[in-house]
């Protein structure tokens, strides 16, 4: 379809001798840069009319209606001046992009003076050959029981944020609906002409119930006549869903792989990023067999506030969140009853909260102020471990519940055989802009700052901690990774991932390869900070099949340091590189902006003097109080009410095609409990005080910025947007 344009497609480099290529090229022939083939859906009937093969504004190509490919990538996209409210929804919809397209610019259609301004999205379900992933409808009769069950989850999930909006209207189109393997995705957001309800929901459902495979359709139409209920509970409705969707995973095989490296990199002198597991933590756990939390939790943080700050804060955050976590895992397997995705989503943010304020406390015991304190980005996963009666007589252990959390800019992905999904949205500067409202993502990357972070641990008292907490389900084989920036800087997660990933999978290669690999690439590509990767391989196979080659699988990492590990040997170790760090881009009216305080510029931070001694001896200390801490986490866990149950309803027969209500506009039905909690804008949030979170010996910092160290990476400190305390420049 491509080659047949003979227009050109231009390369991206901007200093290309030769920018034009000829459609279907992967790179450019004049200096081998990756070509990039964006597909937009264009919003519209308008949009319709137009004929196959048409271009556009001399730069798009009609591929099909309503899909349009730009052939200059790098030129901005027209934008008016004044951004209308329709797209409003799509902006402040925006920590919802896993399911939720994004505005890319606009376009006019027509003679001057009768054009039709038609509106133009990106991160859309187009394939790589420009078209349309299936809708739900064309997928449903031939997928998996606990697909299927998977893809309504996600339609109740997303319900709460688009009613807000005042899109939910989006989820009653079915065509509107298309589906990426297990990832439902909206192509379009539509405000329709009436509000709807749950119940216009349950109808649409319904539709899908009457194919639904045998061991579901049942439950399924039980739980469709609950929604068609007037009195129906919205909790209820989501706790047996839930049921459904947890004993339909159980079913599946899941066996879990980790392995874990961080390096400092070939231009930093010390590794302020820690993750876990390690090489240690698979030592340890071999030789006492007290760490319980292999293969189930992972995470990686990233610390900030200069050398002796970013490294203990990191390292602070693992030891507590470990010890914490070890104990919710204790009290869920002492549990009979399921803890539901909002209970375990609140138990979560309560131990994130205690965490961030054992680092805030050790700012204030060393009278760190202003841009000396430190922190930590963060991202976990829990694979939680709950017991699931498949049957009366066979209960099963099911870890196929997936939960992420995140603060700051450390990222999360799931990699399949054929895509890759990011599954985290970061806490910067670039991400509140858009969901705001100011400005649409591209035009965020102009700024100098819009890297900075909005949010990290331990930078200011929990009660301004908003940690992002979401919840999936593992229903097919993949790799979860988590990274830090280093690696995931200029997107080099999307544009690797196809090295590794599926050669992973496919068993031709080891995770611990992979993982190596992704850490040579960093260096090399984004060589300026440090690197740390966390990959589990998620295998819903019975049995193990890896035919990757040995030579393969020992290849080091072209620069390991001591703290880089992995399972089951661990790297050499290799000579570190020095280098120039690069200076910050921030302008004087961005800094004056983020720093508003008068203050002398910090000192160069100096070289280590002694090795961490004293932080790992306050380190043991702090964990003895986390352990006081676990007491008080352990009594959050005390039984709680289950939402009401609802009786069986009087029978209602199902609707036929014509009875499924049209699209409409509704008014906001907000679960505080039915989605994870959404990231807000610093210079919106207002304090929530919740005595049970913040320990009362845990001081609250008056003054939350950190110290830029001559190893800060560029373009990388918050501005607040209130009197607040900004959060810290990054790492």
Not at 164 to 185: C, F, H, I, K, T
Not at 635 to 652: F, M, Y
Not at 655 to 678: H, V
Request: include cysteine; aromatic fraction near 6%.
């Amino acid at each position: 379809m491509i080659s047949s344009f003979s227009e050109p497609i231009y390369c991206p480099n901007l200093s290309c001798p030769d920018p034009r290529n000829t459609f279907g090229r992967q790179h450019c022939a004049a200096c081998e840069t990756d070509l990039i083939y964006r597909y937009v859906w264009v919003v519209g009937q308008a949009a319709e009319e137009v004929p196959t093969g048409k271009v556009i504004a001399d730069r798009y190509f009609v591929i099909s209606p309503q899909i349009w490919l730009d052939s200059r990538p790098v030129v901005p996209p027209s934008v008016p001046e004044q951004l209308p409210d329709t797209i409003m929804p799509y902006l402040h919809l925006y920590p919802q992009r896993l399911h939720t397209p994004e505005v890319y610019g606009f376009c006019s259609l027509g003679e001057p003076s009768e054009a039709t301004e038609v509106l133009l999205l990106e991160n859309v379900p187009i394939n790589n050959f420009g078209r349309l992933y299936p809708s739900i409808l064309e997928s449903w009769s031939g997928t998996s029981a606990a697909r299927q069950v998977y893809w309504l989850w996600q339609m109740l999930q997303m319900w709460a944020p688009l009613s807000e909006q005042g899109v939910a209207s989006s989820l009653l189109v079915p065509q509107n609906l298309r589906v990426e393997g297990w990832r439902v995705r909206l192509l379009e957001l539509h405000r329709g002409n009436f509000v709807p309800t749950l119940r216009d929901l349950g109808d649409v459902w319904s539709g899908l119930v009457e194919s639904a495979q045998p061991e579901v359709q049942p439950k399924l139409g039980e739980i469709c006549q609950f929604m068609r209920r007037s009195s129906m509970n919205f909790d209820a409705i989501a706790l047996e869903l839930n049921d459904l969707l947890l004993e339909q995973a159980a079913k599946l095989p899941l066996h879990l792989e980790v392995v874990g490296m961080t390096d400092t990199g070939p231009q930093r002198s010390q590794n302020e990023d820690s993750c876990y597991p390690v090489a240690t933590d698979f030592q340890s756990s071999k030789t006492s067999g007290n760490d319980k939390l292999i293969p189930y939790l992972t995470m990686v943080c990233d610390g900030v506030g200069g050398h002796e700050g970013g490294e203990v804060a990191s390292q602070l955050a693992v030891q507590s969140l470990k010890a914490l976590i070890q104990n919710l895992l204790a009290e869920i397997a002492e549990q009979e009853e399921l803890m539901t995705p909002a209970m375990v989503i609140k138990q979560l943010e309560e131990i994130v909260r205690v965490v961030n304020n054992v680092i805030s406390a050790q700012n204030n015991e060393q009278g760190k102020e202003l841009r000396q304190r430190m922190g930590t980005t963060l991202v976990m996963a829990l694979q939680l471990p709950q017991k699931v009666k498949i049957s009366e007589d066979l209960p099963s252990n099911n870890s196929h519940e997936l939960y992420l959390v995140n603060v700051g800019d450390s990222r999360a992905y799931w990699i399949g055989k054929n895509y890759c999904h990011r599954l985290t949205v970061d806490d910067d500067v670039a991400s509140r802009e858009v969901q705001l409202g100011h400005c649409l993502y591209w035009e965020t990357q102009l700024r100098a700052d819009a890297g900075a972070l909005t949010q990290a641990l331990g930078t200011r008292d929990a009660d301004f901690l908003r940690p992002t907490i979401q919840r999936f389900i593992v229903e097919e084989e993949g790799l979860l990774l988590l990274c830090s920036d280093g690696l995931s800087d200029n997107d080099w997660v999307e544009r690797s991932w196809e090295n590794y990933g599926p050669e992973v999978l496919e068993g031709k290669m080891s995770l611990e390869a992979a993982v190596q690999s992704w850490i040579r690439l960093a260096n090399e590509k984004n060589g300026y900070d440090n690197t740390s990767v966390v990959a589990t391989h998620c295998r819903m196979s019975p049995e193990r099949l890896v035919l990757f080659d040995p030579a393969v699988a020992s290849a080091p990492a072209s620069a390991p340091v001591s703290g880089s590990v992995s399972l089951p040997p661990s790297l050499p170790r290799s000579l570190q590189k020095s280098g120039r760090i690069p200076e910050s881009q921030l302008s004087e009216s961005s800094k004056q902006l983020l720093y508003p305080e008068t203050s002398p510029a910090p000192e160069p931070v100096q070289k280590r003097r002694s090795k961490l001694s004293l932080p790992l001896l306050g380190l043991l200390g702090l964990m003895l109080a986390c352990g006081a801490l676990g007491l008080w986490v352990r009594s959050l866990l005390s039984p709680q009410p289950e939402p009401e149950q609802l009786a069986p309803p009087p029978e209602i027969p199902a609707p036929s095609p014509s009875e499924i209500p049209s699209p409409g506009a509704e008014s906001p039905s907000p679960s505080p409990e039915s989605t994870p909690s959404e990231i807000p804008s610093p210079g919106a949030e207002s304090p929530l005080p919740s005595p049970e979170s913040t320990p009362s010996d845990i001081p609250s910092p008056e003054a939350e910025s950190l110290s830029p160290s001559p190893e800060s990476t560029p373009g990388e400190i918050p501005p607040p947007e209130e009197a607040e305390t900004p959060p810290p420049p990054r790492e």
